[in-house]
């Protein structure tokens, strides 16, 4: 993943929801709901200015954030600006399902952009890293959904920020030796494989 790339995934929505999560607790929730709207704007602008391009991630959360933000000023009802997490992470889930069906997956095809001197994992095994984290994000959009309806904003607040790069920790150290058991099994199949082409007449 590009620097600006990783910079576009640090800024998306935290300006809105810290400004949401604060001003929730101290004043109306049409004071709380309009600075988050307002922030979502600077913060696109931000983006744009630092990395000299927005990411259409970044440009879905907005429009995104600008709806269900909209949506909670007119009904006066904070939920729906805090939903955001979950859609968002339903759209990613299912653009990374949608590109593993066409074929080659995002972070394949990142690999194969790398320099070919450097050692790459086999196809299979990137594909298997990219299904399962494509099943994180739609687990975790849905655990976003359930604590923006029965959850308390501090909860909310903390799994849509640190908390998500917490668990996404996590579950990168559970692939880690997934993928080196894979890695081990593929080596002793050529291990085999060889050795039986050594035997045949």
Do not use: C
């Not at 800024?11 to 999560?21: K, M, R, V």
């Not at 990395?51 to 995104?64: I, R």
């Not at 975790?140 to 607040?157: N, P, R």
């Amino acid at each position: 993943m590009s620097p600006n790339v990783s910079k576009n995934f640090f800024l998306i929505s935290f300006l809105p929801a810290f400004a949401y999560w604060y001003l929730e607790e101290n004043y109306p929730l049409r004071v709380a709901l309009t600075a988050g709207l307002a922030l979502a704007i600077l913060e696109i602008i931000l983006e744009k200015v630092f990395t000299k391009h927005v990411h259409t991630l970044s440009k879905f959360n907005f429009f995104l954030i600008l709806f269900l933000g909209g949506i909670s000023l007119i009904g006066d009802e904070g939920i729906w600006f805090k939903l955001q997490p979950l859609f968002t992470g339903i759209g990613i889930s299912g653009f990374m399902f949608y590109r593993l069906v066409r074929g080659k997956g995002m972070l394949f095809e990142m690999m194969e952009s790398m320099p070919n001197d450097k050692p790459k994992p086999p196809e299979f095994v990137i594909q298997s890293l990219e299904k399962h984290v494509a099943i994180f994000f739609f687990v975790y959009a849905l655990f976003m959904g359930s604590l923006a309806i029965w959850g308390t904003t501090d909860q909310w607040m903390f799994f849509k920020t640190a908390g998500l790069y917490i668990v996404f920790f996590f579950f990168m150290i559970l692939e880690f030796f997934l993928m080196r058991k894979m890695m081990s099994k593929f080596h002793k199949a050529q291990e085999q494989a060889e050795i039986l082409k050594r035997f045949k007449p």
